[in-house]
């Protein structure tokens, strides 16, 4: 048996080494991403860049939310011109060279730079390493959901260490203090150790890519049966997938409203806890970054739990339940999960007093909320999306399943400012309500979604290959 058919526990090898590898490019990524906020807001004295809070939120929003917007573009080059493979791996040495410039950048703008590679590197990445796992299945392979399920563990296992290593790096390991106040932060070696994540995962590639994937992911013409493949990806949409891509269309409105309150794990709930959260657990300090760690710690937990989950709910005479319902699910539970950050603002009186603190709990268990939200919402979304996507545009309606999810970034990134000038409480219970009225929405109108989602079974000679 050749090496690319090989199976690891019912999934293909290659669906398992590809999954190393996001979880190296996430390491990579979220490790740089705990450290922004607080380097753009730190002063420049210890090592940031010393802007304003509102400054700052304005660059971090735009990063993350051009960082999905990328993979328009990065998916339409792999769709029509290098393959998924080949794209993914340039994207990954963009990435390289992002980490590198901001670790030797000496002002904003070679920042600006640094972080501008890492854009165009995560947009030639995301999409297609991302598109490259559903590949492995067909589309109605009943191992798809707990597939995406187990691929969303290996992302969260590089996000969990990433703060914890990066944020040790930069705010202990490399910090100078004066007795015990720190008068400098090693953030430039945190994006240093961030970009070593990547480097590691760039030379797994180039030594095990062939073996365990074969020709999934590749844009190849030589053969006769390639050729007959590409000239079916080419015939125009269908009426049933036309429908499909319309149901991906009206889901990605949901989308952005659940990252448009997650990921302000990044930047108000950074923030906020920086000033107002009580980090003091027996005199010792923890530090800021090392709570971006709780989410995906919890995901590496409970993520093979809703994999076998949702694989058994599959098996039932009447079936899983619906995706557009689970999305609708995971809204609602985030919406919670902002109800308690808004009982931590009522805690401490919505002060702006920074002497004024709430209890670690209610941030805690806000991000248990947003991650049993998360689980719901986010891999089987990437699952279906999967499932939907015409073949020939397969890895642009990935791209536009991220764009949806950068706006949200977008909408994140700049409710740090609105927390500082609004207050906690009224930002956060209105997150809470938007988030889990769309939910209820989401789950009265899965009818309509149901309609559109058809999905009948095709044939690729490629993914025959893996799966022998």
């Not at 393959?83 to 990954?92: A, L, M, N, T, V």
């Not at 499909?244 to 448009?260: C, D, E, K, N, T």
């Not at 009186?349 to 719901?376: C, Q, R």
């Amino acid at each position: 048996m050749a090496t690319s058919t090989v199976k690891l526990k019912g999934h293909p090898a290659g669906f398992w080494f590809v999954s190393v590898l996001q979880t190296c490019e996430r390491f990579s990524y979220y490790g740089m991403r705990a450290l922004l906020i607080l380097f753009l807001t730190t002063e420049a004295i210890k090592g940031g860049l010393g802007m304003d809070k509102v400054t700052a939120s304005t660059i971090y929003a735009n990063f993350t939310m051009l960082v999905y917007f990328a993979p328009l573009l990065g998916g339409y080059i792999a769709d029509n011109y290098l393959g998924k493979r080949k794209s993914f791996f340039i994207g990954s040495l963009l990435i390289i060279a992002g980490m590198v410039t901001l670790f030797l950048a000496p002002s904003k703008a070679v920042v600006l730079a640094g972080l501008a590679l890492i854009i165009a590197g995560n947009g030639m990445w995301k999409p297609n390493i991302t598109a490259i796992v559903g590949d492995f299945y067909s589309n109605t392979d009943p191992r798809k959901d707990g597939a995406y399920s187990i691929h969303y563990t290996f992302v969260n296992i590089g996000a969990f260490f990433a703060p914890l290593v990066c944020g040790t790096i930069a705010e202990k390991t490399f910090a100078v203090k004066q007795g015990a106040e720190v008068i400098s932060y090693g953030y430039k070696y945190g994006f240093l150790t961030a970009g070593f994540g990547m480097l590691i995962g760039s030379v797994l590639y180039l030594i095990f890519a062939d073996k365990l994937c074969g020709e999934i992911g590749k844009l190849t013409k030589k053969s006769i049966k390639n050729e007959v493949v590409e000239k079916v990806e080419k015939k125009p949409l269908t009426k049933e997938e036309k429908k499909r891509v319309m149901a991906i269309l009206g889901l990605s409105v949901f989308v952005i409203i659940f990252w448009a309150g997650f990921e302000q794990a990044g930047s108000s709930l950074t923030l906020y806890t920086n000033d107002f959260i009580d980090r003091d657990i027996n005199g010792f300090i923890v530090p800021t970054s090392w709570f971006q760690s709780i989410n995906p710690f919890l995901c590496v937990v409970l993520g093979p739990i809703f994999a076998a989950w949702f694989l058994k709910l599959s098996k039932r005479p009447k079936g899983d339940i619906p995706t557009p319902r689970k999305m609708g699910y995971g809204l609602i539970i985030l919406g919670l999960g902002f109800g308690l950050m808004a009982a931590a603002a009522i805690q401490r009186g919505n002060s702006t007093d920074v002497a004024v603190k709430a209890h670690i709990i209610w941030l805690v268990g806000a991000y248990t909320l947003h991650t049993v939200g998360e689980m719901f919402l986010s891999p089987v979304g990437l699952s279906m999306v999967s499932k939907l996507a015409p073949k020939q545009i397969g890895a642009l309606m990935m791209g536009v399943w991220l764009f949806a999810t950068g706006f949200g970034n977008y909408i994140a990134g700049m409710s740090a400012a609105f927390v500082e000038s609004w207050g906690g409480l009224q930002v956060f219970g209105f997150v809470a309500a938007v988030s889990a009225g769309a939910g209820v929405l989401l789950v009265v109108i899965t009818p309509v979604f149901q309609k559109l989602m058809v999905v009948t079974e095709e044939k690729d000679e490629n993914l025959q290959q893996v799966n022998a």
